[in-house]
């Protein structure tokens, strides 16, 4: 399938011949790398169809909350919008947003199938990765060297740690671990919730009640709070994905714990790449996402939006960013497409792919016995953002010294269990 094939070629003429837009998409998406270097790549996608893309690029958080307004509310704001595992399967089973039907050429079976899995609802897709991900330990191997010690595979949560404070310098601007702290269910709430997994703990029992009160929570969040207050960068309650790689460039960071898709944008040398850590339980001690696009029901221009899905998404999307003079083989989006990984020029400059597909592949989002409801660092139910984003306040507040470990995990308890309780799941 070629660009040209994807496009509509009617609206390229009227273009070319009146020299006005045959149709404008207002496309949402995450301020994250791989998304802003789109606004560059899709000019050639302007340049053959006539369509005006207008982007709303916003923080992570704020953009999770304007999508999920105007889609539940039918506001038409969007043409496009960037949405994730959580919302997809909910949002298309609910009607909110329209299912996908691509043209043979797009080969909807070189998606992973952790990625058209997480992204559909009884068999229908609902959303086409633009890049998905895991989670890994990124980390300077001039600094464990100089400080002695080795990270590993799926290493032990107390061998990190251990590692954070060998590493950790702040009078010379180096700080042990970088992680996550600004509160936000896809925020501070992704990170930690591994962390909680690891340590055995779950979100919610087979009924839906929260067990933030479990011994297993109470141990996580106090090693969290410890291992990021004491080896952590200050100020990291307000550090989420951008601010950490900002950090990480400019050499503060002995080790990053983050989606996998920040390989592509990490620019210190010397970086090594392991598994995520355990504290004895490695399912779902890293997680599973994709950014995806998606088009809002009843949207007036559907068709040309699935038009521009399909070559967002494509094989051609990444050879034309791998291509690209501005950006190369190692900047391609990552970790939604099989195809890619077979790309030489891509897997000799991304030293991370393997890395990043091993995490992918061993990511755990079914439901099991310790953790009784589908998704790794969320929970695959409606409830969930309004639960997750209570509890990173509190978990924020824990991070900064504002409130005790104990205090904020029972304040979130109670507004886990309001929530549950008034959504119906027990009386």
């Known amino acids: 399938m070629s660009l040209k094939n994807v496009l509509c070629t009617a609206s390229a003429v009227a273009f070319a011949a009146t020299g006005a837009f045959a149709a404008e998409l207002t496309i949402a998406i995450v301020n994250n790398g791989h998304m802003i270097n789109m606004q560059t790549v899709a000019e050639a996608y302007t340049e053959e169809t006539g369509v005006k893309l207008n982007w709303v690029a916003l923080e992570e958080g704020v953009l999770r909350e304007q999508v ?3 889609t539940a509310t039918g506001g038409g704001q969007y043409d496009v919008i960037n949405i994730g595992m959580q919302e997809a399967p909910i949002w298309g089973a609910a009607g909110w947003i329209e299912p996908l039907n691509f043209s043979a050429e797009y080969d909807v079976e070189d998606i992973l199938p952790a990625m058209r899995a997480g992204l559909s609802n009884d068999g229908t897709l609902y959303a086409a990765p633009f890049y998905g991900e895991s989670s890994m330990v990124m980390y300077r191997k001039d600094l464990t060297d100089a400080a002695g010690v080795t990270i590993r595979d799926n290493d032990s949560w107390a061998r990190v740690k251990d590692a954070a404070a060998a590493i950790h310098d702040p009078d010379n601007g180096v700080y042990g671990a970088c992680l996550r702290g600004k509160p936000g269910w896809g925020d501070n709430m992704a990170f930690i919730t591994t962390v909680v997994n690891s340590f055995g703990g779950a979100w919610f029992d087979e009924e839906g009640r929260p067990q933030l009160d479990s011994a297993m929570w109470n141990e996580a969040i106090n090693f969290y709070v410890d291992l990021l207050g004491n080896y952590g960068p200050p100020g990291s309650e307000g550090n989420s994905f951008n601010e950490i790689l900002a ?3 400019e050499g503060k960071c002995g080790m990053w714990i983050d989606a996998t898709i920040a390989a592509s944008f990490l620019e210190v040398d010397g970086v090594e790449y392991a598994q995520s850590p355990n504290a004895g339980n490695a399912a ?6 994709a950014w ?14 699935q038009k521009f899905i399909e070559w967002a998404t494509s094989k051609e999307y990444v050879q034309a960013v791998g291509n690209h ?8 989006p990552t970790g939604q497409r099989a195809s890619t990984y077979e790309i030489a020029e891509f897997k000799a400059a991304a030293g991370f792919a393997a890395a990043e597909m091993a995490a992918i592949d061993s990511a755990a989002p079914a439901a099991s016995d310790i953790k009784p409801y589908v998704g790794v660092q969320f929970a695959a139910i409606p ?3 309004e639960v997750g984003s209570a509890v990173a306040q509190e978990m924020a507040a824990a991070l900064s010294g504002a409130k005790s470990v104990e205090d904020a995990l029972a304040a979130s308890q109670a507004a886990a269990d309001a929530i549950m309780r008034e959504a119906g799941y027990y009386e």
């Open 284 to 289: 779902g001690a890293n997680w599973l996402w």
């Open 292 to 305: 995806a696009f998606a088009i809002p029901a009843g949207s007036p221009n559907a068709e040309e939006a």
């Open 325 to 332: 003079p501005e950006f190369g083989w190692g900047s391609v």
């Open 68 to 70: 999920t307004s105007d």
């Open 383 to 385: 409830e969930f953002p």
């Open 247 to 249: 950090l990480y460039n």
